[in-house]
């Protein structure tokens, strides 16, 4: 999974989200920061700090992370409408089984540490094509999830998709405010 946050509390990162073959949940980040915000959310068992660049135009994203190569072309989109309007409860109560329905994701929860989340999707595209390579190494054809990565509450869509996303989250127990500037 990547994100490519345009805002967040710390400010435009982007980060890998990767679950190896043998299940190891890994967090690629370009700065320490990033690590700490996004483990402050999710579980790893490994928080890699490396050099990250992420390039989204359009339908196209291209990252580099660290010994990680990824280049994916969407599809033909579609925007979700009222974006404004729908609140943290529309996207609990009217969104979420809309969206389990459709692709089996979870747009609200309870991550590991405790963080509710609002997953508000503004637009979804599925993945046309994509290419990814580790460490020179070609990771082969693209084909639907098999396994799950177990990194929060919510999956990615089985069959790859670019989902615009504005989160929302709300940390009762301040583990996010104490990794905040």
Known sequence: MVGCWERSPIGPFADVMWATPDGQRRLL??????GAFVSAVY?????DVVPLVAALAGAELDVTAG???????????????????????VTRWVEAPVAHALVRVQ?????PTGVREWYRADEYRPVAAARATVAGRDLGPLRPRWKAAAFGFSEPPRRA???RVRPMLADPSGRLDAVLP
Not at 43 to 47: E, G, K, P, Q
Not at 67 to 89: E, K, M, N, S
């Open 107 to 111: 747009t609200y929860g309870t991550s």
């Open 29 to 34: 980040v370009p700065s320490g920061g990033a």
């Open 67 to 89: 010994d990680v190569r990824l280049h994916v072309t969407g599809g033909r989109g579609w925007r979700i409408p009222f974006a404004p309007l729908r609140t943290p409860a």
């Open 161 to 163: 998709a670019m989902v």
């Open 43 to 47: 579980t790893f068992d490994r928080v």
